[in-house]
């Protein structure tokens, strides 16, 4: 049994440069019979499972409590609280209704807001459950597979094609060992891994002695002894610097929460002027008088805060995100829906973001020529064609011939295979640049021959020294022959030919030639492709086939492939639709700049040309002259993930709104400290997720339009409702301050002491605290919330998008929120004079009918006013019946209406009166009046703007 030991994965220095048997003697491991069950559960114990760090999961209590941390919310306490007061002084006659009400509201907001985000930390949670990983291991001499949470240093790693690697370890062994290190280092192409012990400490991407967490074996064989496990992993050093960035609020919440101490003040000002106004103009004689004046300080304060802001708020989001379900796009947080509407950035990462991930041979050139190869990924959909007539088939002769030998060549010197599921999908198995021949060759249409021409006899597996692989194979239509058949490195391989193959001839491979076809090779570089090349040589009788020795002599040149990683079509339709919402799209990858380049140029992210800012650039940059950078640069090739962080910094403090996607754990750090960060639910990192504030379960990019849409959607009908609110509450509020200030004017008086003081002629209120409440009720919740699901007015993307210091309720909306309550004030208190004995209007009615009659005008101003604050510029009349849900509140507002003014229980509730008919043709024309100053308003503005 091997000794305990202590050690993690920091306290033994840099493995990388360390003899592999010196690595396993520190960790006290036997490689060839690994751990025992015993010692791992000790090592276990001692040093904790394999994980990365988790936030301190937050209890229940705590989370219910949060959905109340909101300034709009504290001024809802508020006025819950000066209305128990003003009960309690009263002598709690029967039931404290406006604080009952109030608190019930601020419940709903609460409870909505906890549902919500309950189902999306489920869904999140769903997503964890698919990646957990396993783990294949040698334990007591036996080959098995355990948790990789499990995993403790000293183990010794199994490796196979498919594994995800769940440590990070030193290299034991490598037979063709090929590993996916996109996730981490954001390199597309699968990393060839090697035993030798590096002679210098290297970059991560280099150190090819190593394996990592979070990280997949494409291609081939190892064994690995396990280094260091959790936080001490690579993965957790980007975890480290992901909990060290801090998360920034989104506009939305910054907004709100502006609002929030706006009203908060004007309800104070409001309410002390109007309450001093009435203590100056008022004889008050007894506590019963300042307990009026109390009320009157509630009535205000319930008109002044639209308590269903909070409430429609969360129900409008809470409906964007089930819509955003609805295309596969998980969102964490509700807030977030509305920031990405408002993103005028979005930084991206390349590998399996804005491209397939999915290796595709593009080009194939050989002696006689340029061939082209359409279509992209695993499917083997598309056609071999030459390029000056890509709608031709390419035509039997001496390039097809060629051409076939190095795809089918290429298909036999692999170990990738290619099949078609059950539903139809085409997937692989192996290393994607090997599949790549394999799809090519089905394009042309010859892979059935080759399987049946071909038995595989013996292969020289690729190495890092000789850059090559070779499979020696029988050839069963030249008397079972045997054929040695090479790929690799393109440079390399030309350097072991002395011939060339031209259609089905041998030509002496003269100095010319070589340079011709090494001229196309640097074509292709330049290009952005990827290129391997295809030799193959037949072997004489008296030759060994399976000794490695002396084979790759003498070849005879095929050609060479140009492969890349295509974009995703459907990235590009959405980087399109995103330029045309104003929206700048920044690719930010830690692949090769040429290649960063070309596929940017392809998807339209830059023009042909544009070069790309690399890391090392990056890093010789002062401030100034990085931020300068910045504003220019739209692709980022070879930078690490304080790179990443960097620039969208950079971004956000030049005033824009950042969203960021990526998939690999590189770029959670910068995915938490963009406005949103959104993460990939198939190929994405537990890190990357988490880091998020969305995560689409589809890894399209194109969903990401969707969001945009979704999000300007719902800004604009928070901006319709909030327009709306703001106005009829602000008439509530004018209404009351002027009906005190002009009593005299309309003739607001009474003799009755109930009403207000104790003498003849008091000062009374023009609406009672529950009219104001009744209000509030029926015109601040159904309206307003089915304002928030109205159909977008106008192409949203079409138009730029909001700049960071641009409010949600500017200086404009403020003026016309202010001039719609003016007119609401004065159409309701005329309403009132007209029904009122003396003041400007000679009226016969009493204060009860003139008070309900104003209370009417005032519903039915605020239920015009809900056509009136749906855009800015457009009639009310236009698109007048495009939201069914809007009617459907109106309707439901004005029978409400109806039954508080004729239901008899409900006269004494709410000191109503019953209504003639003419009188409600009265309150009609009159809250009309609304409609009327708005449509002129409206007008002007268009004349204006088209001035």
């Not at 002894?225 to 001490?232: E, P």
């Not at 002496?508 to 011709?516: E, G, I, P, T, W």
């Not at 509530?732 to 004017?745: A, K, Q």
């Amino acid at each position: 049994m091997t000794a305990a030991v202590a050690v993690r994965g920091h306290d033994i220095g840099d493995p990388s440069v360390m003899d592999a048997g010196a690595v396993a003697a520190v960790l006290g491991v036997d490689v060839e019979t690994g751990l025992s069950a015993q010692e791992a559960a000790s090592r276990l114990a001692q040093n904790g499972p394999n994980e990365l760090r988790a936030a301190p999961r937050v209890p229940a209590w705590r989370r219910v409590l949060a959905q109340f941390q909101h300034p709009l919310i504290y001024l809802l306490l508020a006025a819950v609280a000066i209305a128990l007061l003003a009960w309690w002084v009263e002598g709690r006659v029967g039931w404290p209704v406006d604080a009952i009400v109030i608190a019930a509201v601020v419940l709903l907001n609460g409870v909505i807001g906890h549902v919500q985000e309950a189902k999306a930390q489920n869904a999140v949670a769903a997503l964890a459950k698919m990646t957990a990983a396993t783990a294949g291991v040698l334990r007591d001499s036996k080959p098995q597979r355990v948790p990789s949470a499990e995993l403790v240093c000293g183990d010794v790693l199994v490796l196979a094609e498919g594994d995800a690697v769940g440590a990070d370890a030193r290299l034991l062994q490598a037979t063709t060992l090929r590993v996916q290190e996109a996730a981490l280092t954001g390199e597309s192409e699968a990393v060839l891994k090697d035993i030798a012990t590096l002679l210098r400490p290297a970059a991560l991407g280099d150190r090819i002695d190593m394996v990592f967490k979070g990280t997949a074996v494409a291609q081939g064989t190892g064994r690995a002894v396990v280094t260091a496990t959790g936080m001490d992993t690579q993965v957790g050093e980007v975890a480290a610097l992901l909990e060290a960035t801090a998360p920034e609020p989104t506009p939305l919440e910054k907004e709100v929460a502006r609002i929030g101490r706006t009203l908060g003040l004007a309800v104070v000002v409001i309410a002390i002027v109007v309450v001093s106004t009435i203590l100056l103009i008022s004889e008050i004689r007894n506590s019963a008088d300042v307990v009026h004046v109390l009320l009157l300080g509630v009535s205000l304060a319930v008109a002044a805060v639209p308590e269903g802001l909070p409430a429609i708020l969360a129900v409008v989001l809470a409906l964007g995100v089930q819509r955003m379900a609805k295309h596969r796009a998980i969102v964490k947080n509700l807030s977030a829906v509305e920031t990405l509407g408002s993103a005028s950035v979005i930084c991206s990462d390349k590998t399996g973001t804005l491209t397939r991930s999915e290796m595709t041979i593009e080009r194939v050139v050989t002696a006689s020529g340029d061939t082209r190869v359409s279509g992209v990924g695993y499917a083997p959909e598309g056609r071999v064609h030459q390029i000056e007539n890509p709608d031709v088939e390419l035509a039997p002769g001496p390039l097809r011939d060629e051409t076939i030998v190095v795809l089918s060549g290429g298909s036999l010197a692999g170990n990738a295979a290619l099949r078609k599921t059950e539903g139809g999908e085409w997937e692989i198995h192996g290393d994607p640049t090997e599949a790549a021949f394999l799809v090519a060759e089905r394009k042309l249409g010859v892979a059935e021959r080759r399987e049946r021409r071909f038995e595989r006899i013996a292969e020289i597996p690729f190495t890092s020294e000789r850059k090559l692989m070779t499979t020696i194979e029988r050839d069963h239509e030249h008397g079972d022959a045997f054929v040695a058949i090479t790929k690799g490195a393109p440079d390399v391989l030309l350097g072991r030919c002395t011939q060339a193959r031209v259609g089905m001839e041998i030509v002496s491979l003269d100095d010319a030639l070589r340079a011709r076809l090494l001229a196309d090779v640097d074509m292709l570089s330049d290009a952005a492709l990827r290129t391997l090349a295809v030799a193959y040589r037949p072997l004489a009788p008296d030759e060994d086939p399976t000794a490695a020795e002396g084979l790759e002599r003498d070849l005879i040149f095929v050609g060479t492939v140009g492969m890349i990683d295509p974009p995703r079509k459907e990235a590009a339709v959405a980087i399109r639709e995103a330029r045309r919402a104003g929206i700048r799209v920044v690719m930010i990858t830690g692949d090769h700049p040429k290649t960063a380049a070309r596929i940017a140029a392809d998807l339209g992210i830059v023009d042909a040309g544009a070069p790309a800012l690399t890391g090392a650039e990056i890093d010789a940059l002062d401030e100034a002259a990085f931020a300068e950078a910045v504003r220019k640069t739209s692709v980022y090739a070879r930078v690490a993930p304080a790179h990443k962080l960097r620039i969208v910094d950079a971004l956000q403090a030049d005033g824009n709104i950042v969203a960021m996607t990526g998939d690999g754990v590189n770029d959670a750090p910068a995915l938490k400290a963009a406005d949103i960060g959104i993460a990939m639910g198939v190929t994405g990192t537990e890190v990357t997720k988490e880091a998020a504030k969305m995560i689409l379960a589809d890894d399209n990019f194109s969903t990401i339009v969707q969001a945009v849409r979704e999000g300007r959607a719902i800004l604009d009908n928070i901006r319709k409702f909030l327009r709306y609110l703001l106005s009829s509450n602000m008439g509530e509020v004018l209404t009351v301050f002027l009906g005190v200030v002009g009593s005299g004017v309309i003739g607001l008086k009474s003799t009755d002491a109930a009403d207000f003081g104790s003498t003849g002629g008091a000062v009374v209120l023009p609406l009672l605290a529950t009219q104001l409440l009744w209000i509030n009720l029926i015109t601040d919740s159904g309206p307003a919330l089915a304002m928030g699901v109205d159909p977008p007015t106008d192409d949203l993307m079409a138009r730029k998008p909001r700049h960071v210091n641009d409010r949600l309720i500017d200086a404009r909306m403020w003026v016309s929120v202010f001039q719609t309550g003016v007119v609401i004030a004065l159409v309701s208190l005329l309403t009132m004079d007209f029904y009122l004995p003396g003041g400007l209007i000679a009226g016969t009615g009493d204060l009860t009918t003139a008070r309900t009659a104003g209370f009417t005008v005032l519903v039915f101003t605020s239920l015009f006013t809900c056509f009136t604050a749906r855009s800015d510029t457009t009639s009310a009349f236009a698109n007048l019946f495009a939201n069914p849900w809007l009617w459907s509140a109106i309707a439901l507002s004005l029978l409400l209406q109806v039954a508080v003014v004729h239901v008899p229980f409900l006269n004494i509730a709410f000191g109503t009166a019953p209504l003639a008919l003419d009188q409600w043709l009265v309150c009609a024309a009159m809250a009309s009046g609304v409609l009327i100053y708005s449509e002129l308003q409206k007008l002007l503005r268009r004349g204006w703007s088209h001035a």
